[in-house]
């Protein structure tokens, strides 16, 4: 069907009257907008209902009991935080810093760098930082000063002060008032040192008017002899390590201390057990002779040996000496003839007999060293000076000055007849373990836990030589007591090793110990060597 253009233009006209009737029909409103003002009780008393409803539920979540029902994982507390309490915290170290940094602004410090590098190390703060200037160095400087004060330089260099004053003190001796058996000890000993000087010197004054090549051909004869020591002699001295051994006066006897507390004689060189000697509960630190023993005049000696202990035990014991034949020598009995009582709890290292035989030393573990006077029965000397445990003790030839070795790596020489400490010695690294005085009377060696030994002179009072003798610590030094052509000296390296007095080369190395070395002795008649071990033996050296 076709339709035309008229009739489409009819069509059109009449939807367009249609469309504009519709429009009329539709009217538009606008929207006013409200604005509600609610009363502030109202909200107030919505709000109450809301917490009355809330206790109401929590009420009914409870149970029969009164008791909160089990929440699960759900974790309750009750604990709230004042967030103005925290907030004025906050600003409180807020108004705190501000200030800090305008009293560092205010701070006056030098322009001079190096004077403010001096300042910060000092403050025990680095001198510079990377990449640091010295405006900022200065600034960091001011910062740390309002942090500490600005008299904390002041303050750190009191301290340091301070500080040396009290290493100066402890290095300082001090002497206490001392008993009147004291006054008598001081006076014999002044009388006795006296003339064993004097004839010490002409003894040396002899030596030196023989020709040089007659004393060279000594020394060269005795390293000669030497350098062929071998092992003479081995022997099992106890179930426990054996800490010290000692020669009698006349070289005929040893005398050994163990760990086990037991003190054991033995006949040289056969090595037998003649005696032994219970009374010890506790390692034996050493057992020495007393200078008499086994002499003609021994029945004067007030005792034979002297034995000291970890737990503080001093003992005499005394044997008969009517006979010095070492067959035929009885000993009274087990039991000490004597305590020497007064070191207890503190352990006793060493101990050591005067020349005369009427004084006894005793290295404490106090940080002191006592003097007994045997014939008064009393202790006439307690000396402080060291700052740590004194370890070793060794009296001079005279009898008029005694050496004491700590663990402090320091040693001292004291005058008896003065009580002054008339030499000190620096130098060790570490403790200081042997001590011994050359029979000459004015050299001393002393063996240490660096591994080395030093020999110092005491009319110089200056270390002459240092040993580099050991790869462990050293455990004892002993001078050839005749005359002093050599020292040896024991280690941890079980090994001994005997060096030539004058020029301090070695002679010959002592090798095999199983343990390590804690003794050596070198008999009076220099015939024998003797070393204690570790390892539970005692060995006898001699020549080939």
């Given at each position: 069907?076709?339709i035309?253009?008229?009739?489409?233009?009819?069509r059109?006209?009449?939807?367009?009257?249609r469309?504009?009737?519709d429009d009329?029909?539709?009217?538009?409103?606008?929207?006013v907008?409200?604005?509600?003002?609610?009363?502030?009780e109202?909200?107030?008393?919505?709000?109450?209902?809301?917490e009355?409803?809330?206790?109401e539920?929590?009420?009914?979540?409870?149970?029969?009991?009164?008791?909160?029902?089990?929440?699960?994982?759900?974790?309750?507390?009750?604990?709230?935080?004042?967030?103005?309490?925290?907030?004025?915290?906050?600003k409180?170290?807020?108004?705190?810093?501000?200030?800090r940094?305008?009293?560092?602004r205010?701070?006056?410090?030098?322009?001079?760098?190096?004077?403010?590098?001096?300042?910060?190390?000092?403050?025990g703060?680095?001198?510079?930082?990377?990449?640091?200037?010295?405006?900022?160095?200065?600034?960091?400087?001011?910062?740390?000063?309002?942090?500490?004060?600005?008299?904390?330089?002041?303050?750190?260099?009191?301290?340091?002060?301070?500080?040396i004053?009290?290493?100066?003190?402890?290095e300082?001796?001090?002497?206490?008032?001392?008993?009147?058996?004291?006054?008598?000890?001081?006076l014999w000993i002044?009388?006795y040192s006296?003339?064993?000087?004097?004839?010490?010197?002409?003894?040396a004054?002899e030596?030196l008017?023989?020709?040089?090549?007659t004393?060279?051909?000594?020394?060269?004869?005795?390293?000669?002899?030497l350098?062929?020591?071998?092992?003479y002699?081995?022997?099992?001295?106890?179930?426990?390590?054996?800490?010290?051994?000692?020669?009698?006066?006349?070289?005929?006897?040893l005398?050994?201390?163990?760990?086990s507390?037991?003190?054991?004689?033995?006949?040289?060189?056969?090595?037998?057990?003649?005696?032994?000697?219970?009374?010890?509960?506790?390692?034996?630190g050493?057992v020495?002779?007393?200078?008499?023993?086994?002499?003609?005049n021994?029945?004067?000696?007030?005792?034979?040996?002297?034995?000291c202990g970890?737990?503080g035990?001093?003992k005499?014991?005394?044997?008969?000496?009517?006979?010095?034949?070492?067959?035929?020598?009885?000993?009274?009995?087990?039991?000490?003839?004597a305590?020497?009582e007064?070191?207890?709890?503190?352990?006793?290292?060493?101990?050591?007999?005067?020349?005369?035989?009427?004084?006894?030393?005793?290295?404490?573990?106090?940080?002191?060293?006592?003097?007994?006077?045997?014939?008064?029965?009393?202790?006439?000397?307690?000396q402080e000076g060291?700052?740590?445990?004194?370890y070793?003790i060794?009296?001079?030839?005279?009898g008029s000055?005694?050496a004491?070795?700590?663990?402090?790596?320091?040693?001292?020489?004291w005058?008896l007849r003065t009580?002054?400490?008339?030499?000190?010695?620096?130098?060790h690294?570490?403790?200081?373990y042997?001590?011994?005085?050359?029979?000459?009377?004015?050299h001393?060696?002393?063996?240490?836990?660096?591994?080395?030994?030093?020999?110092?002179d005491?009319r110089?009072?200056?270390?002459?030589?240092?040993?580099?003798?050991h790869?462990?610590?050293?455990?004892?030094?002993?001078?050839?007591r005749?005359?002093?052509?050599?020292?040896?000296t024991?280690?941890?390296?079980?090994?001994?090793k005997?060096?030539?007095?004058?020029?301090?080369q070695?002679?010959?190395?002592?090798?095999?110990?199983?343990?390590?070395?804690?003794c050596?002795?070198?008999?009076?008649?220099?015939?024998y060597?003797?070393?204690?071990s570790?390892d539970?033996?005692?060995?006898l050296?001699?020549?080939?």
């Amino acid at each position: 069907m076709k339709i035309s253009y008229a009739t489409i233009a009819r069509r059109l006209r009449l939807w367009k009257e249609r469309a504009m009737s519709d429009d009329e029909d539709i009217t538009y409103v606008k929207k006013v907008k409200t604005i509600h003002y609610g009363s502030l009780e109202e909200q107030e008393r919505s709000r109450q209902a809301a917490e009355k409803a809330r206790e109401e539920s929590d009420d009914e979540d409870s149970d029969e009991d009164g008791q909160p029902m089990d929440t699960g994982n759900i974790n309750t507390h009750d604990e709230y935080f004042d967030l103005e309490e925290e907030m004025a915290k906050d600003k409180q170290a807020l108004l705190e810093e501000f200030e800090r940094r305008k009293k560092a602004r205010q701070i006056n410090v030098s322009t001079d760098d190096s004077k403010v590098k001096q300042n910060l190390r000092q403050l025990g703060e680095p001198i510079c930082l990377f990449g640091e200037g010295p405006a900022e160095r200065r600034s960091r400087l001011r910062d740390w000063l309002s942090r500490l004060g600005e008299d904390a330089i002041k303050k750190k260099q009191e301290e340091e002060e301070e500080r040396i004053q009290q290493e100066k003190d402890q290095e300082s001796t001090w002497y206490h008032e001392g008993p009147e058996s004291l006054i008598i000890s001081r006076l014999w000993i002044a009388q006795y040192s006296l003339a064993r000087a004097r004839e010490r010197l002409e003894a040396a004054r002899e030596d030196l008017k023989l020709p040089e090549a007659t004393r060279t051909a000594r020394r060269q004869e005795v390293h000669k002899r030497l350098q062929a020591v071998s092992i003479y002699a081995s022997q099992i001295g106890d179930t426990r390590p054996i800490s010290y051994c000692q020669f009698s006066p006349n070289s005929q006897m040893l005398a050994t201390g163990s760990w086990s507390g037991m003190c054991k004689i033995w006949s040289v060189p056969d090595c037998k057990q003649i005696h032994l000697l219970r009374g010890h509960q506790c390692n034996v630190g050493s057992v020495i002779f007393h200078p008499q023993a086994t002499q003609d005049n021994a029945h004067e000696a007030v005792c034979a040996l002297a034995s000291c202990g970890t737990d503080g035990s001093v003992k005499l014991w005394t044997l008969e000496s009517k006979n010095i034949n070492v067959t035929s020598i009885d000993f009274y009995s087990e039991e000490p003839l004597a305590d020497v009582e007064g070191h207890a709890p503190h352990r006793v290292s060493r101990i050591g007999f005067h020349p005369s035989g009427r004084f006894l030393g005793t290295c404490c573990f106090d940080n002191s060293w006592r003097l007994w006077d045997l014939e008064q029965c009393s202790e006439v000397l307690h000396q402080e000076g060291h700052t740590k445990p004194v370890y070793c003790i060794s009296f001079q030839r005279d009898g008029s000055v005694v050496a004491t070795g700590g663990l402090d790596a320091f040693g001292r020489v004291w005058d008896l007849r003065t009580g002054r400490c008339i030499m000190f010695m620096e130098g060790h690294l570490k403790s200081i373990y042997g001590i011994d005085f050359s029979p000459d009377g004015y050299h001393i060696a002393t063996g240490s836990e660096d591994n080395t030994c030093r020999v110092w002179d005491l009319r110089k009072r200056q270390s002459v030589y240092t040993i580099p003798a050991h790869t462990n610590l050293i455990s004892d030094v002993k001078y050839q007591r005749e005359s002093g052509n050599f020292l040896v000296t024991a280690s941890y390296d079980n090994t001994a090793k005997v060096w030539a007095n004058k020029t301090f080369q070695p002679v010959k190395t002592l090798s095999g110990h199983d343990g390590k070395v804690m003794c050596v002795d070198v008999s009076p008649d220099t015939q024998y060597i003797a070393t204690s071990s570790y390892d539970r033996t005692f060995k006898l050296w001699a020549p080939e």
